[in-house]
Structures are given as C-alpha cells and as structure tokens.
C-alpha cells in the first residue's frame, strides 16, 4: 500500500479512503449532539500571525474560492465535521500526489498548494477548509491564517523547526 502512495502518477486515493472509511464508522454509531464553542473559541485555539508569508498562487487563490463557493451550495446547513470534512475531501481527489511541496529555496513561508499535495499536507489543507466553513470564514486568509496555525506552533513561522511534525 505504501509503494502505491508513494508511486510517481498515483493521487492522494489512499488518503482519501482512510477519511471515507472514518465517516462509514461514523456514519453506524448513534448521532451525538452537536457542541457548539462560544464565538472566540476559534480565535483562542491559536494566536496565529498578522505577518504571514504566504507562498502561493493565483491559481491556488482561485481553487480554494471555487472549492468553498462550491460547498458552500453543495452541503446542507448543520452538515456534521466529518461530512463536511469528506465532502471538502472528495473536490481533490484526482489531485496529484507530489512530495516535498513545502519546501522552497526561499526562507520558510507559509506554502499553500492546492493543485499537487502530499499526504499530510492534504489532510492540513481539508482540515483547514473544514474549520473555516464551520465557523463561517471564507476568505483565503481565513484559509491561511487556520492552515498556519495547523502547520505551525503557534501559527507563528519561525523557520522549519517551527513546523509541527506529526510522526516524530
């Protein structure tokens, strides 16, 4: 399973079905009433950072529009997180599987690159969208600033040690 996720042409298929198959388990336990935070909560979580250096363009600019314009007309009002989590995840399932999108010969900025992700970097981009339609944000800096605060401790850039590596 690895050598296909890792092979040169394949998609981020396999992500994709670890998050189909979180919301078939879901989708067989009892509903569970919604917990709704007090307004701020989302602001508290992370400071994040009023300087973000986002590398980026403007085709991502205009992806990540077209995908939360698209959900934003596509799902139901209420929906769950992890039904919107999978239904964000569904707009990029042909994306191609690249390693090594984040790095740039530059300082380190916030990379966001929607048209070709790896593994993780799908999983911050889809949680990133999520949080942000939960709480009503649309805007790309929205996007940026709640992918900032995902990727990196404190959503402040402070080069690559600053990064949250999940596997270490």
Known sequence: MIAFIHHK?????????????????QAGQPPQEEKHLPEDAYLRWCPGNENL??????GDIFLFEETVTDITYDVE??????????????????????AHTLETEEE??????????DCTTFVEYMLSM??????GDSTFWDFAQT????RYRDGVIDQYPSRLHYCS
């Open 9 to 25: 042409t394949g998609t981020l298929i396999f992500t994709s079905l670890l998050l189909l198959i979180f919301a078939a388990c």
């Open 53 to 58: 250096p986002i590398f980026t363009t403007e």
């Open 77 to 98: 009002p209420g929906i769950s997180t992890p039904d919107l989590l999978i239904a964000i995840a569904r707009k990029f399932i042909q994306t191609p599987y690249v």
């Open 108 to 117: 380190e900025h916030l990379v966001v690159n929607l048209r070709e992700m």
């Open 130 to 135: 999520t949080l942000i339609i939960q709480y």
């Open 147 to 150: 992918l900032g605060c995902i």
